[in-house]
């Protein structure tokens, strides 16, 4: 198992910027999920996806756009973050007894 | 709806002692239960699980955990700590055979300092 690949490993934005986030897993899993960590907080869970459709949306502000072209890639797109936006962001994949395989994460700042 | 405690937020042991994390779940049903550990600047890695069957669950890096339902834990351990060991470990309980299975329930995590 090859794991999972996430993109960039660390960004620095405004909080006018747009960048975007990328994961791509080679474990041949159906579900991708993207996970927010910050200081002091437990993990959140952001996006589900299963077979490349959406299947929950925990909440999360329309500033975070995911997109799953296929079940090996994720994206998160970013515009217009909040300082407190920034985290480590985590994706991850998972078989369907729903053990997660997590990247190593993209460290965000938002200036 | 389903929660995780871990009430420890950070523990010291030294090098070659034995290790214990403990962690409380709450659950509606048979639950499916994970250790993951994270060292710093990295993402989380699945140390073991459990699903059913054999209460004892063995693990990699020589952990193993213990379901003991009328507790409601799931309690990490390890006979000798390693220098390596030093990490932040999380319990999750996930939702099961179920398409959404990876959307677990973290707790707060326990930070293990590992003294020489």
Not at chain 1, 96 to 101: D, R
Request: proline fraction near 5%; hydrophobic fraction near 35%; aromatic fraction near 12%.
């Amino acid at each position: 198992e090859t794991g999972v690949t996430q993109t960039p490993r660390h960004l620095v934005m405004g909080m006018t910027n747009k960048k975007s986030l990328k994961c791509e897993q080679h474990l041949g899993h159906n579900a991708m999920y993207w996970y927010k960590q910050s200081a002091k907080k437990p993990l959140e869970l952001m996006f589900v996806y299963n077979f490349k459709e959406q299947t929950e949306n925990n909440s999360v502000p329309s500033r975070f756009s995911p997109e799953c072209p296929n079940s090996s890639h994720l994206f998160l797109h970013l515009h217009t973050l909040q300082p407190e936006d920034s985290a480590l962001y985590l994706c991850a994949s998972s078989r369907i007894t729903g053990e997660l395989f997590f990247g190593e994460g993209s460290r965000l700042t938002v200036l | 709806a389903q929660s995780v405690t871990q009430p420890d937020i950070h523990i010291t042991v030294s090098e070659g002692a034995s290790l214990e994390l403990r962690c409380n779940y709450s659950y509606g049903a048979t639950p499916y239960l994970f250790w993951y550990v994270q060292s710093p600047g990295q993402g989380l890695q699945l140390l073991l699980k459990y699903f059913s069957g054999d209460t004892l669950v063995q693990g990699i890096k020589g952990f193993e955990a213990e379901f003991k339902r009328s507790q409601s834990s799931f309690n990490l351990r390890k006979p000798s700590v390693h220098w390596s060991d030093a990490a932040e470990y999380f319990c999750a309980v996930g939702a099961g055979w179920d398409t959404n299975a990876g959307k677990s329930t973290f707790g707060d995590g326990t930070t293990l300092t590992v003294k020489p």
